[in-house]
């Protein structure tokens, strides 16, 4: 007897669905322009249009499900890809990377090594070359592809960590009896990056020291 999981889907149902979906992203896409560039209901509005009710013990068909939230969605988003859209930095959703995680997703790879998906983490390895070809970095240069801004600065704040330590703070830690306290300056105007580092990495956040800036955002090293 074959068995079936509760998250199987036919093909025919999968593609049937799966076409109406791209169909309504890309109207979603064709009147990002003109739309709304954020949802006008308060939280509890919000709350009301996702619903409340217990943990359901059986599941229901995933169609009128998609259809329900995809509406929602779409309407009450913040949609940073609008061209009237002028907060925060995060990019606007494409196309393109709408159907790149689509394919990611249909196969789930895990990058966590080469064994366990050799074409996903050779698509990581060529996309760090090409970012270090794109920056004009010279010789060989290898990188991981991290889930954002503030992963990646914690990353390269733990490098700086074991570059500037003048012991093996790595294996002993930052309660070697050889260690000295290690702090970090920075513009006033710094993102909040830095005190979830400084806390991760165990420095502590009154270890950053603050830098004032004058009226054009430049350090002021006389401060």
């Given amino acids: 007897m074959k068995r079936v999981a509760p998250a199987d889907m036919p093909p025919e149902e999968f593609r049937a669905i799966g076409h109406s979906l791209v169909d309504a992203i890309a109207d979603f896409y064709a009147h990002l322009p003109t739309a709304s560039t954020a949802s006008p209901l308060l939280p509890d509005e919000i709350r009301k249009k996702l619903g409340r009710r217990e943990l359901p013990e059986n599941g229901t068909d995933i169609e009128p499900v998609i259809d329900k939230f995809r509406k929602i969605f779409f309407e009450h988003s913040t949609h940073n890809g609008s061209p009237r859209f002028w907060g925060y930095i995060t990019s606007s959703g494409a196309p393109v990377g709408a159907l790149a995680d689509l394919l990611a997703a249909a196969v789930n790879p895990n990058c966590g090594a080469w064994a366990l998906s050799p074409i996903a983490t050779e698509i990581e390895n060529e996309c ?13 240069w290898d990188g991981i592809v991290v889930s954002g801004g503030n992963m990646a600065n914690i990353v390269a704040f ?12 790595r294996a002993k830690g930052l309660n070697a009896r050889e260690a000295q ?15 979830k580092a400084a806390d991760i990495c165990g420095l502590g956040t009154e270890a950053v020291r603050w830098i004032p800036t004058d009226d054009e955002h430049r350090l002021r090293p006389d401060a």
Wanted: aromatic share 12%; hydrophobic share 50%; charged share 20%.
């Fill in 158 to 169: 733990i490098v700086a960590r074991k570059a500037k330590a003048t012991w093996d703070v």
């Fill in 181 to 195: 306290r290690l702090v970090l300056y920075g513009s006033g105007e710094m993102h909040t990056w830095i005190n």
């Fill in 128 to 140: 760090i070359r090409w970012l270090a070809q794109f920056m004009g970095l010279p010789g060989k």
